[in-house]
């Protein structure tokens, strides 16, 4: 089903796709992110960190994956009922599984 008839229905949808390796990177901490529009945000400040821009601002970021503002980023990042200290225990601990 297309995101926009999920929306019209009110049905949870799921995360527009963005590049391969970062929807599969990404996909470990999705669990983290209670609304898809915060990890839709989260996966793209992945793309706009690895992509070739000179400067990594949320505005620049906004542009090159092709969102219409820079808002939803800094929302994101600002406000959003996201917890950076189970992100970033997730992170360390598959870092430590994967050096084992």
């Not at 926009?4 to 796709?17: M, S, T, V, Y």
């Not at 390796?21 to 989260?42: A, G």
């Amino acid at each position: 089903m297309d995101v926009e008839l999920q929306i019209l229905k009110h049905l949870k949808r799921d995360a527009r796709p963005t590049v391969s390796v970062i929807d599969q990177y990404c996909s470990t901490y999705s669990d983290l992110f209670s609304d898809v529009r915060s990890y839709e945000c989260f996966k793209y400040l992945h793309q706009g960190i690895i992509s070739p821009i000179k400067r990594k601002s949320l505005p620049e970021i906004a542009k090159v994956v092709g969102i219409s503002s820079a808002q939803s980023l800094h929302h994101f990042l600002a406000n959003s009922p996201w917890s950076a200290a189970e992100l970033k225990e997730r992170r360390l601990n598959l870092t430590l599984k994967a050096l084992k």
